[in-house]
């Protein structure tokens, strides 16, 4: 399965798109997104980071639609699709996902999800 497509002839709307129209991402390929200030980095499921220019706010609303998406932290959205659990360590609430990748819930966020 191809991760990227260029220069796409149509205008999918289940698909992310980047760099005007020009890349475009399969929501189901993206593990997670981290905020980068005013950029969000999409990590994939292939191993691959894309690079938005928009923030994780502009992002949050368009992928809660598109798929299984929960932002778990100010700085964290999630795929739940790769989430196996959430474990609490000290004060702090760590997500375990299904690639390996570790990254922290608010406190907040997790009460939500233990019940």
């Known amino acids: 399965m191809k ?3 260029t220069r796409p ?3 999918d709307p289940k698909l992310i798109w980047f760099n005007h129209g020009k890349i475009c991402i399969q929501p189901d390929e ?3 997104l981290s905020s980068l200030e005013n950029y969000t980095e999409f990590h994939l499921s292939c191993g691959r980071k ?3 220019s928009r923030t994780l706010k502009t992002h949050e609303t368009d992928l809660i ?3 299984h998406f ?4 100010r700085k964290f959205m999630l795929n739940l699709r790769y989430l196996k659990h959430i474990e609490r360590q000290g004060e702090e ?3 375990h996902l299904t690639t390996g990748d570790k990254i922290v819930v608010s406190r907040r966020k997790a009460r939500s999800f233990s019940n």
């Open 93 to 95: 609430h760590i997500a």
């Open 70 to 73: 929960a932002r778990v932290h």
């Open 65 to 67: 639609n598109k798929g």
């Open 3 to 5: 991760t990227f497509f």
């Open 50 to 52: 894309v690079v938005s």
């Open 9 to 11: 002839n149509f205008c």
């Open 30 to 32: 993206v593990v997670y």
